[in-house]
């Protein structure tokens, strides 16, 4: 018998130029109700929170304004209370704002709309939240945006690194199906095929068109932005994060827990990507030369990494998640210093 498949999309996603001034519109269109709640923190007010704000009040809704701190689980009691009356929250983010706002979205059973102000991981679209407690990051399941309004004027403002990361972010589904390919070939895992297929595709059209995206023009923006969003729809038809979160996620999460410094999401996931391709056997300078194209980190050095930070991250992933990647097949300590230094993420001493 099959089991029943329950997949939730956004039902409204809107990509361009000055598309912020549509927010009143959307929410609007899908009834959302005449009071919202929109949060920000300090820098997103500047970006674009100021700009929702009257945009909604001159559409005549009642809006109440949330600014989000330290971006942990105060914050998501503190949003789910304030959104309690009203119809919606619209998030204007940064990771930090948007997974809170998901968090408390879901628990207050109140959709969110997420408004990107930059492209820097999948968080923008996706069901999962993460949020960070004691130091440490958790994963909490919760639902997609019930729409997104992503603004590439306001989106090509924001610092060329973070859009870098977003492009890792995307490339790094590449190993995600990778791995979901051999849990299903050594664990007969479930796999689905066609979500694991537009992951890869979008990982591929973002390294074949990584000249264009290097650019970091509104053109290059909307490719990044339709990966990203992508990415969502491939996690909830999967009714997973199989198809873009494999070994390579799980190192980025191990750095975040002990780094003296972690590097943003997708330069480690992107690092990660390189070894866990090395890894698979398969063409991993190919997606090192298209991390580098678009300028994303390559070495540890460049995302501010020490080698034995690398190290110890590819040890510790396989303990973090029993999820099976190619970084659960027993690698010791010697294989991962030899992975890292053979692709050159490390510098080494034995090449
Ligand atoms: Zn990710």
Not at 45 to 68: H, P, Q, S
Request: with cysteine.
């Amino acid at each position: 018998m099959k089991a029943v498949r329950s997949i939730t999309l956004p039902r409204r996603v809107l990509i361009g130029h000055d598309v912020l001034d549509e927010v009143g519109t959307v929410c609007g269109e899908l009834d959302l109700g005449g009071s919202l709640v929109v949060a920000y923190d300090k820098g997103t007010l500047k970006a674009a929170g100021a700009k929702v704000l009257d945009v909604l009040r001159n559409d005549g809704f009642t809006v109440t304004a949330f600014e989000v701190t330290e971006g942990g689980p105060p914050d998501v009691d503190a949003l789910q209370n304030t959104a309690r009356d009203h119809g919606a929250i619209v998030a204007v983010g940064g990771g930090r704002v948007i997974d809170v706002s998901k968090a408390a979205g879901f628990m207050a059973a109140i959709p969110f709309v997420s408004i990107p102000t930059a492209a820097s991981h999948d968080g923008i679209a996706s069901a999962q939240a993460s949020l960070i407690e004691e130091g440490q990051r958790h994963s909490i399941a919760a639902v997609p945006p019930v729409a997104i309004v992503a603004d590439t004027a306001v989106i090509a403002k924001a610092p060329p690194r973070l859009y870098r990361a977003g492009c890792g972010d995307i490339i790094s589904n590449f190993t995600a199906v990778l791995d979901w390919q051999l849990a299903r070939r050594l664990h007969n895992e479930y796999y689905g095929e066609y979500a694991a297929n537009l992951a890869l595709m979008s990982a591929t059209m973002l390294m074949e068109n990584a000249d264009i995206v290097a650019t970091t023009n509104e053109e290059g923006l909307s490719i990044v932005l339709e990966a990203l969003i992508s990415n969502s729809v491939a996690m909830s038809i999967s009714g997973s994060s199989r198809p873009c979160s494999g070994g390579e996620h799980l190192f980025s999460h191990a750095l975040d827990s002990f780094a003296k410094r972690p590097a943003l999401h997708g330069e480690q996931v992107a690092l990660g990507t390189i070894i866990c391709t090395y890894l698979h056997g398969e063409d991993w300078e190919t997606v090192r030369d298209a991390l580098a194209c678009i300028g994303a980190p390559v070495t540890a050095k460049e995302a501010g990494l020490t080698d034995k930070e690398i190290v110890k991250a590819l040890l510790m992933a396989p303990k973090l998640r029993k999820r099976f990647t190619i970084l659960h097949t027993g690698i010791t300590e010697k294989a991962a210093r030899r992975a890292a230094e053979a692709t050159g993420v490390i510098a080494g001493g034995g090449r």
